[in-house]
C-alpha cells in the first residue's frame, strides 16, 4: 500500500498513547476539488485536518502523523465516548458533497480505503463496529460520508457493521406507519447501536427537529435509499436486527 505525505500543521503537539486510538472516522471532504481541500486541511486558520486523505483515483496521502490528535471529528458522541478527535483516526474521501454535487465514490477510492481501514484495524486492534461516518458521531451537524458511501460492501470486508435482513422482506414493510410505543423502542434502539438521542437544548430548541435528523442520520447509513427522516416498520426492522447483532 503506497501511501504519499503531505503534512498538515492541525493537529495537537502532544503525542497520544496507542491504546487510545478505538476508532476510525470516515469523511467527505465536500469541496469542489482536492487541491482546494488539501488547501483547506492545511490552512492553519481554517484549524480541521485529517490523518488521511484519499483521492478520486485511489492514492492515500498522510497529512497527519496517527500519533497526533488531527481535528477532523469536532463535537461528537458515539456511545459513551465523547468528542471522538482524541481516539480516533480520521479519513477524508474526496467528493464534492450535497454542496456542489455529491458523487459515487469511485471503486479505485474505496479499494484504497478498505486497504487502509484493514491496516488500521490490525494495528490498533480496532473492533469493526468502530468505523463510522461523520454523521454517525454528529448527527445534528454533518451528513457526511452520505447515502451514496457503500457501507454495507465494507461490512463485507469486515470493516464497519451491517444488518441482515433481506431487501424483498425489507421493501414489503417500507412506508408502512408505525405507532407511537414503535417509535419509543426506535429511538431506545438507535441509543444501544450508538446514537446519542438524548436531547440538549443548547444544540436544538425544536425536540422534533432534533430526533429527525438523528433519524436520517441512521437511514444515510444503514437505510440509503429513503433519507426523509420519518421513521416506518422498515427503520424499526433494521434497527432491531442491528441490536441483536
Not at 25 to 33: E, K, L, V
Not at 213 to 219: P, V
Request: charged content about 30%; aromatic content about 10%; glycine content about 4%.
Amino acid at each position: 500500500m503506497k501511501i504519499v505525505t503531505n503534512l498538515s500543521p492541525n493537529h495537537s503537539k502532544k503525542i497520544r498513547p496507542k491504546k487510545e486510538i478505538k476508532f476510525v472516522i470516515i469523511h467527505y471532504t465536500g469541496m469542489q476539488s482536492e487541491i482546494e481541500s488539501i488547501k483547506r486541511l492545511k490552512n492553519p486558520r481554517c484549524k480541521v485536518s485529517c490523518h488521511y486523505l484519499i483521492n478520486r483515483k485511489g492514492n492515500i496521502i498522510q497529512m497527519v502523523n496517527e500519533k497526533f490528535i488531527a481535528w477532523h471529528a469536532g463535537k461528537s458522541k458515539w456511545k459513551k465516548a465523547i468528542n471522538l478527535n482524541s481516539n480516533s483516526i480520521g479519513i477524508e474521501l474526496v467528493n464534492k458533497g450535497h454542496k456542489f454535487g455529491y458523487e459515487p465514490f469511485c471503486s479505485a477510492q474505496i479499494k484504497s480505503l478498505i486497504k487502509l481501514c484493514k491496516s488500521l484495524k490490525k494495528k490498533y486492534a480496532i473492533e469493526k463496529e468502530n468505523f463510522l461516518g461523520h454523521s454517525d458521531i454528529s448527527p445534528l451537524r454533518k451528513i457526511d460520508p452520505g447515502e451514496k458511501f457503500p457501507w454495507e460492501y465494507l461490512s463485507k470486508k469486515k470493516i464497519g457493521f451491517w444488518h441482515k435482513l433481506k431487501k424483498d422482506s425489507l421493501q414489503r414493510v417500507r412506508n408502512l406507519k408505525i405507532q407511537n410505543n414503535e417509535k419509543k423502542i426506535f429511538f431506545q434502539n438507535l441509543s444501544k447501536i450508538g446514537y446519542s438521542i438524548k436531547f440538549q437544548k443548547n444544540l436544538n430548541s425544536n425536540k422534533t427537529k432534533y430526533l429527525e435528523n438523528i433519524t436520517k442520520a441512521f437511514q444515510r447509513r444503514f437505510r440509503p435509499e429513503i433519507v426523509n427522516g420519518k421513521i416506518d416498520q422498515e427503520c424499526l426492522l433494521i434497527s432491531q436486527n442491528l441490536v441483536k447483532k
